[in-house]
């Protein structure tokens, strides 16, 4: 491998190394995983407790306590299972 394209290379590498590092306030953390559980819950039980949303509809972190609600009151068991575990 020529010189110059091993440097480009390895500076590439460091700059791609720097930029992913990022440290989260754990708060911060436990709410992106809530939002994501949210997003998976509002898909997976979408034809029982959300049918009448918008199936494109993007959950945010201000989302997060309705979709529990709403798995909770009308989603059974199951629902009710994934609705307290966001409740955490």
Known sequence: MDEQVREYLASIGRRG???SRRSL???VARSMV???EARR???EF???CFW????DYSITSNDVAWVADR???FGGRKGWERGARLCR
């Open 46 to 48: 979408r034809a029982t």
């Open 34 to 36: 809530k939002v994501r």
């Open 71 to 73: 798995l909770m009151r």
């Open 41 to 43: 819950a509002f898909r």
């Open 25 to 27: 306030d754990p708060e």
């Open 52 to 55: 009448s949303y918008d199936p």
């Open 17 to 19: 190394g720097r930029a």
